[in-house]
């Protein structure tokens, strides 16, 4: 396969329901990101996987969010009870655990109304 | 918090001119990366540069480091109307429990003009 994919490519709720977003990493890529952006702002860092290893959740903003990595592969960021804060792009990453370059997806972009 | 400031936050030039961006960072790094990306949406991954590494080139693209001043330029060479994007720089920590992820500053917007 080509690239880092995600889905939606848009998803637009309303203030307190559930979304999950997905990505679906380079086939053979170990590591998994996930970002968030905000609009015209940098990335901010939310959850890392590394293989079989427990995931780096340091960058979650709340228990509102959680994240899983079914198979080594494919991931879902699951954000509960929408808040308008949450509204941002939301961006995945993979990389092979020995190199340092991250290839990033096309994102989601989040509205919360 | 973002550990990588970037300056300018905005930069317009023309067509030819060169472009140059900086990054400071606060913490020890295994590296610095600089991506770019086109409205809003995924990062491309432009260069990388290592820690025991001043100065690295890829095309028109120039990147140093100054591990002492923990600051890194970037510097795009003959700039086209299609350099015009968002610029970012990134830093990998040097080990410990961060090790996997990159730290973002918050970007410089550069517009070339034809």
């Known amino acids: 396969g080509a690239g880092v994919s995600q889905s939606p490519s848009n998803k637009v709720t309303e203030k307190g329901k559930d979304v999950e977003l997905r990505c679906d990493p380079i086939s053979g890529h170990t590591a998994l990101y996930w970002y968030r952006q905000r609009l015209g702002q940098g990335l901010e860092f939310l959850i890392y996987f590394q293989g079989n290893s427990a995931p780096d959740k340091s960058g979650l903003p709340s228990d509102r969010f959680s994240a899983e990595r079914t198979g080594g592969s494919v991931s879902t960021l699951t954000i509960q009870r929408t808040q308008q804060e949450d509204s941002a792009v939301y961006l995945c990453?993979?990389?092979?655990?020995?190199?340092?370059?991250?290839?990033f997806g096309p994102g989601t972009r989040l509205t919360v109304l | 918090s973002q550990q990588g400031e970037e300056d300018p936050q905005a930069l317009s030039i023309q067509e030819g001119e060169n472009a140059t961006m900086n990054c400071s960072y606060k913490t020890s790094i295994n590296n610095l990366q600089w991506y770019r990306q086109n409205s809003g949406r995924g990062l491309v991954h432009l260069i990388l540069?290592?820690?025991?590494?001043r100065e690295k080139h890829s095309g028109r693209l120039r990147v140093t480091l100054d591990t002492s001043k923990k600051s890194s330029s970037l510097l795009i060479t003959a700039s086209r109307a299609a350099d015009t994007a968002s610029y970012f720089c990134a830093t990998r920590t040097d080990g410990g429990t961060s090790y996997g992820k990159l730290t973002f500053g918050q970007g410089t917007i550069l517009t070339v003009h034809p």
């Open positions: 540069i290592r820690s025991n590494e």
């Open positions: 990453a993979s990389s092979l655990p020995t190199l340092h370059t991250q290839y």
